[in-house]
């Protein structure tokens, strides 16, 4: 059995009623929240927002997700999730008053202190990746060699896999792109950063249309950015752990530190727009509450600027 197929979530519904959603190789993204579209649908708590979070599949393992998704927060075993976090089998998310139990086979694979070594061996080439990314990369190398039991996590082997990866990337981009910091993303992360960056400027245009955009963010100025990050997000050079990737497999783009500005810049003018300025949209804000939304533009324009962990 496939062992993306054996993992479900476990939970109590709003009849007290226990369920079990299983997590299939089909679907590697499972939303969660009030709304009855969402794959996990918690509609009797109100407390969950329409979409709360999202359980997906990342690399080789499930992860959780609220990248400011929700209003009230969603915890694992008791601590609040800021981003996403790789689950392991018996981790209790709390979402609202609901306890979802992530039920799944661990499979051993590199440690914390490998993952962490590996980081900064990556870092060395101005390669920057987070913890999940690093442990997805790893795990899928230690995946492809575990028949013939050739992957080690020695500092050696780390530093060289660092090393031959960095190769790969700059021989797939120009000389002066190759003089920037680089951030890994899964492809996920990245298609949900352009939809809320085009939202972002539909909310803007309106404003313009309105005449109530300050001339503290000239559109011009941001259209220009929205138009240049989005070409430069199309253009992303993407990377996997294998050499020759095959169906299936994972890829992770590598977004330049000038991209990821140019993103910040314009979730930190719509935050500034909504709650500096006061703008409330007529018909770009798709019912959502214009305090949350700008909220959560300051919050990913904050996430992108900090150095990733």
Same mark, same amino acid.
């Given at each position: 059995?496939?062992?993306?197929?054996?993992?479900?979530?476990?939970?109590?519904? !709003?009849?007290?009623?226990?369920?079990?959603?299983?997590?299939?190789?089909?679907?590697?993204?499972?939303?969660?929240?009030?709304?009855?579209?969402?794959?996990?649908?918690?509609?009797?708590?109100?407390?969950?927002?329409?979409?709360?979070?999202?359980?997906?599949?990342?690399?080789?393992?499930?992860?959780?997700?609220?990248?400011?998704?929700?209003?009230?927060?969603?915890?694992?075993?008791?601590?609040?999730?800021?981003?996403?976090?790789?689950?392991?089998?018996?981790?209790?998310?709390?979402?609202?008053?609901?306890?979802?139990?992530?039920?799944?086979?661990?499979?051993? !694979?590199?440690?914390?202190?490998?993952?962490?070594?590996?980081?900064?061996?990556?870092?060395?080439?101005?390669?920057?990746?987070?913890?999940?990314?690093?442990?997805?990369?790893?795990?899928?190398?230690?995946?492809?060699?575990?028949?013939?039991?050739?992957?080690?996590?020695?500092?050696?082997?780390?530093?060289?896999?660092?090393?031959?990866?960095?190769?790969?990337?700059?021989?797939?981009?120009?000389?002066?792109?190759?003089?920037?910091?680089?951030?890994?993303?899964?492809?996920?992360?990245?298609?949900?950063?352009?939809?809320?960056?085009?939202?972002?400027?539909?909310?803007?245009?309106?404003?313009?249309?309105?005449?109530?955009?300050?001339?503290?963010?000239?559109?011009?100025?941001?259209?220009?950015?929205?138009?240049?990050?989005?070409?430069?997000?199309?253009?992303?050079?993407?990377?996997?752990?294998?050499?020759?990737?095959?169906?299936?497999?994972?890829?992770?783009?590598?977004? !330049?530190?000038?991209?990821?500005? !140019?993103?910040?810049?314009?979730?930190?003018?719509?935050?500034?727009?909504?709650?500096?300025?006061?703008?409330?949209?007529?018909?770009?804000?798709?019912?959502?509450?214009?305090?949350?939304?700008?909220?959560?533009?300051?919050?990913?324009?904050?996430?992108?600027?900090?150095?990733?962990?």
């Amino acid at each position: 059995m496939n062992r993306i197929e054996r993992a479900r979530l476990c939970y109590t519904d !709003g009849e007290g009623r226990e369920r079990q959603l299983t997590l299939s190789a089909d679907i590697r993204r499972v939303t969660v929240g009030r709304s009855h579209r969402s794959g996990l649908a918690l509609t009797w708590d109100r407390t969950v927002s329409r979409l709360h979070a999202a359980i997906e599949w990342i690399g080789t393992g499930w992860s959780v997700i609220d990248d400011g998704l929700s209003r009230n927060g969603t915890f694992v075993n008791g601590e609040r999730l800021a981003g996403r976090r790789r689950l392991r089998s018996g981790d209790i998310i709390q979402i609202g008053v609901t306890a979802v139990t992530f039920a799944g086979q661990h499979h051993p !694979g590199p440690g914390t202190p490998q993952v962490r070594a590996f980081i900064a061996a990556l870092a060395k080439h101005r390669l920057i990746f987070d913890e999940d990314v690093a442990l997805a990369y790893l795990s899928a190398l230690d995946g492809a060699a575990s028949e013939n039991n050739q992957f080690r996590y020695t500092d050696e082997r780390l530093e060289q896999e660092a090393h031959d990866l960095a190769d790969r990337v700059r021989q797939s981009m120009p000389d002066s792109a190759a003089e920037r910091d680089h951030y890994a993303f899964t492809l996920t992360s990245t298609g949900d950063l352009l939809e809320k960056l085009s939202r972002s400027m539909m909310i803007m245009l309106e404003a313009q249309a309105a005449g109530a955009l300050p001339a503290a963010l000239p559109f011009a100025d941001l259209a220009n950015i929205y138009i240049t990050t989005v070409q430069e997000l199309s253009k992303a050079i993407t990377v996997d752990p294998l050499p020759a990737w095959t169906p299936g497999g994972a890829r992770y783009p590598l977004i !330049g530190s000038v991209v990821i500005e !140019g993103m910040a810049t314009l979730f930190e003018a719509l935050g500034s727009l909504l709650l500096d300025h006061g703008y409330l949209p007529t018909h770009a804000l798709c019912g959502e509450d214009p305090l949350a939304l700008a909220t959560k533009a300051i919050a990913r324009a904050s996430a992108l600027r900090s150095p990733r962990r």
